[in-house]
């Protein structure tokens, strides 16, 4: 494409004309559990649960790809290491069970959604997304009012950005600035995809909207990663000169990004989150030879922060997926997930010769495992999910997306 061409596209208008009465059961249930993941009562593993259940329903014949089965057996080895290594906490048993919950909903909603046309229902989860993208606009505007718009413009460290969280105001979302930034980035970078495969349509307003979502989260997370993936999307859409020019802007706006955003200053401060998850890090490396070759224990990072890093602010991980789960399970655990995840990405790839789109998807999950998640959360599986719907629905070629309103 040499020259971007501007449309007026509204999703709303668009959507109206589909018929919700003929949606099915786990067609519901499925934009329930995403819905249910915002709510302040942790009410999503029941849904999750029943949704797997009408996903087998609605499911004409399971298949057993090569991550499921990596999967199964990063499940089995972490139910094993939680049974040897049970501390007799309640959150290691609520944990342990909502990674089963969760892996089979991957499971079983990977089957499902490869086994059927889902147009009808990548336009419905448009609009739920919208809603709860509105609602956690809301939500934050909420949290800045009662600051008295202090931190509007943004703040000078990760440490007063978490003084915004109140938590007698939480209703929508999540309560911790980070983990609530992941998740604004994962369903909002969904939000900005879908009319890419469903219209070719690049929507600045969506990127405009994620963006400012993000922004007033106070968490540097979401930002990066928003801005790995509309980066790509453009890249892939736009033609040379246009390239050119969003070289330039990058350039200019570099500086305001990394201090005002990122407070690159403050990242090896030891009350900003980047130089807290340094020094988990390091006492990892550091210490690398105290952890089992077969792990040291599910939910076994606290204990391990606690005794090895320069100081522990809490923690139920270290910030990063992939040395969480060597801490935790060792060797076997460590190479069991990333063949999951490492095959589960190819697996996408040979569906649809999307290879631009997949890259586009992959690489902000990716980002943000390095840094936040402990790699059975709800987030990266409802992503996981939500890219698979969205990758592998039309073949799409980057030639011809438009830039639209």
Not at 7 to 26: C, H, M, R, V
Not at 373 to 399: A, H, Q, R, T, V
Request: with cysteine; net charge neutral; glycine share 6%.
């Amino acid at each position: 494409m040499s020259t971007p061409e501007i449309t007026l596209s509204n999703p709303i208008s668009e959507l109206q004309g589909n018929d919700w009465k003929a949606i099915s059961i786990a067609e519901y249930l499925f934009l329930l559990s995403l819905i249910s993941m915002f709510l302040p009562v942790k009410i999503y593993p029941a849904l999750f649960l029943l949704n797997s259940f009408f996903f087998y329903r609605e499911t004409p014949q399971l298949t057993f790809p090569k991550w499921s089965v990596a999967l199964a057996f990063f499940s089995l080895y972490a139910v094993l290491s939680f049974l040897f290594h049970y501390p007799g906490e309640a959150l290691a048993l609520t944990n342990i069970i909502k990674l089963v919950i969760n892996f089979l909903f991957l499971f079983f909603a990977v089957n499902w959604l490869g086994s059927r046309d889902n147009e009808s229902l990548i336009a419905k989860l448009d609009m739920v997304l919208l809603a709860v993208l509105a609602l956690s606009l809301v939500q934050l505007l909420g949290y800045h009012q009662a600051y008295d718009f202090r931190l509007i413009t943004g703040s000078d460290s990760s440490g007063e950005a978490s003084t915004l969280y109140n938590p007698s105001l939480f209703y929508w979302g999540l309560e911790d600035k980070n983990m609530f930034g992941g998740r604004i980035a994962l369903m909002a970078f969904s939000f900005i995809c879908i009319p890419v495969v469903l219209k070719s349509k690049l929507s600045s307003w969506r990127i405009l909207f994620a963006f400012l979502i993000a922004f007033l989260s106070l968490s540097r997370t979401p930002i990066v990663a928003l801005l790995i993936g509309v980066f790509l999307l453009l890249w892939f859409s736009l033609g040379k000169k246009w390239k050119i020019a969003l070289l330039i802007l990058l350039a200019v706006t570099i500086p305001f990004v990394l201090q005002k955003i990122i407070r690159v200053d403050s990242l090896t401060s030891s009350n900003d989150g980047m130089g807290i998850r340094l020094v988990y890090w390091t006492a990892f490396f550091e210490h690398f030879g105290k952890i089992s070759p077969l792990g040291n224990g599910f939910m076994s990072a606290p204990e391990f922060l606690k005794q090895n890093a320069e100081f522990y602010r809490g923690e139920p991980h270290i910030h990063n997926t992939f040395l969480s789960t060597y801490l935790q399970m060792g060797i076997i655990g460590f190479f069991s997930y990333l063949a999951f995840f490492v095959w589960f990405i190819k697996d996408c790839w040979q569906r649809t010769s999307n290879n631009k789109l997949w890259s586009a998807l992959f690489l902000p999950i990716i980002a943000i495992m390095m840094i936040l998640y402990s790699g059975y959360d709800n987030d990266i599986i409802m992503y996981l999910c939500l890219s698979y719907l969205i990758g592998s629905l039309l073949e799409i070629d980057f030639k011809n997306i438009k830039l639209s309103l």
